[in-house]
């Protein structure tokens, strides 16, 4: 990754956290690929103190942990002498301060300790170690900058964010790192040479999402397509086993979680935890609440509670672009593609078949749900409303009609937006039979809702929509797709 574009809000933080007269903690965390050890090193580089960057082996012994970060310690402080092997993290930790201690006294030291959650090994004590040297001796010391970081953010999160010991409310700064928006995309690739209109980058976008390491590897001079087809259904192609790869690195139960993450993507809706509850193996068991937080935590999924249905409990939804991407059109093929490579063109001979739709619809959903801000904006709507998805099935022999609202804006100034989502190519139109459709949503949603709210509704279509008597009657605004490129 040679690019670091947007993160101006995180830079600000790390300034200020440089620059206070007192020693502060800071805990980054977010998805693995996302861009946090190059946001450091970024930061580290305008630093003019002293740099102490080590990073965790990813199943690495107790042994081999303590053998880096020594080797770090003799690198960083002493002209990369050979120090001696200590068999403790306390003992590694004394030894990380008395080279602190021998700097000049207005020398600023940031401790960066990257992949936390790989160093702290079964039985080795790290976190106790950290605490105690922490309480003792760095958080007293004012040049003493540290920074801990993990791609495992639920591990950041119970062991140093909500740590109930030594380390209880001793994280002085947060910072959550999440993927770039469609905005920050395009002007990631803008610097690098590559120039795509609205429709391509959005067509990249719905495949792989606004990871700077997945941005990093499209290739100058190739559509958006043909950039898929290489990275998703070539060997060597690096989102080829990618999905495989994150969860190995991400959770200790890789297993099950691959198993939730796949229930939960064969609903675009939705699926009540309940539901996850009643479908999943008994692998997973009694720990469904846990494994379903990491996959949050790591960013795959989101939990929510649909408008006005707090008593029907937590729904999850997939949000992450490349997982849906992967698991509808690479693990179906994965095995032809590793008997021989599929030929060039693979891709744009898959969106002609039955299932691209149904799917550009669902990943288009999800990237309106992360640019839920920007929507709100374009309608000139004021942050204070409630937003939400809501959905009625009617029950079994009910002959009542069902209704889903893939978005909504609850206002204060006595209306609700109901917004129908659609990607097309071309703009999209509201004939007699859709109009029909929609003005039976409505109907739904006042009967179930008991509202008496002026509903107005809306169209976020990638290309707006064509002019019609029906379109003309009913919609009361159109959000298209350079309204979502929006900062």
Known sequence: MTTLVGREE??????????????????????????????IQHFCAKARGVCFHVTGLK???????????TRVIG????????????????????????AINKLPKHKKVILFFDELPWMATKRSKLIQALDHYWNRYWSIDPRIKLIVCGSA????????????????????????LAPLTLYESKKFLAKQGIKLNNDQLIRLYMTIG?????????????????????????????????????FASLFDQQEVCEELIRLIATSRYG???????????????????????????????????????????????????????????????INNIKRRDKEQGYWLSKQKSAGFESWAGYAYEAICYKHVSQIRKALEIGPGVEIGTWRYVPRRKDLKEGAQIDLLFDRE????????????????????SYAKKLL????????????????????????????TVYSEEYITGVVVQEDLMKE
């Open 271 to 333: 699926i009540p935890q309940t539901e996850l509850m009643r479908k999943s193996s008994k692998t997973v068991g009694g720990r469904l609440k846990k494994r379903l937080q990491e996959l949050e935590d790591a960013g795959f999924i989101e939990s929510f509670i649909p408008y006005q249905h707090k008593e029907k409990g937590i729904y999850y939804r997939v949000i992450d672009e490349y997982t849906l991407f992967y698991l509808k059109w690479i693990d179906p093929v």
């Open 59 to 69: 199943d690495g012994s107790l042994h081999d942990q303590i053998e880096n970060f």
């Open 413 to 432: 100034d006595g209306v609700i937006t109901l917004c129908e989502i659609k990607y097309t190519t071309k703009p999209f139109i509201i004939d007699k």
């Open 210 to 246: 606004g990871v700077p390491l997945y941005l990093d590897h499209v290739q100058k001079g190739l559509s958006a397509d043909q950039n898929i087809d290489v990275l998703c259904f070539t060997k060597r192609g690096l989102l080829f086993n990618e999905f495989g790869k994150l």
């Open 440 to 467: 039976n949503k409505v109907d739904v949603f006042k009967e179930q809702t008991r509202t008496s709210k002026q509903i107005f509704i809306v169209m976020i279509s990638a290309h707006g929509i064509q002019k």
């Open 75 to 98: 690198k960083t402080f002493y002209e990369g002498a050979e120090l001696r092997l200590k068999n403790k993290w306390l003992d590694v930790f004394e030894q990380l301060t008395d």
């Open 153 to 176: 953010a639920s591990w950041i999160l119970e062991n140093l964010i909500h740590n109930k010991g030594g380390l209880y409310n001793r994280i002085t700064y947060q910072i959550e």
């Open 10 to 39: 995180e830079l600000k933080k790390l300034d200020g956290f440089y620059a206070s007269a007192k020693a502060e903690f800071l805990a980054i965390f977010g998805r693995r690929r996302i861009g946090k050890t190059f946001l």
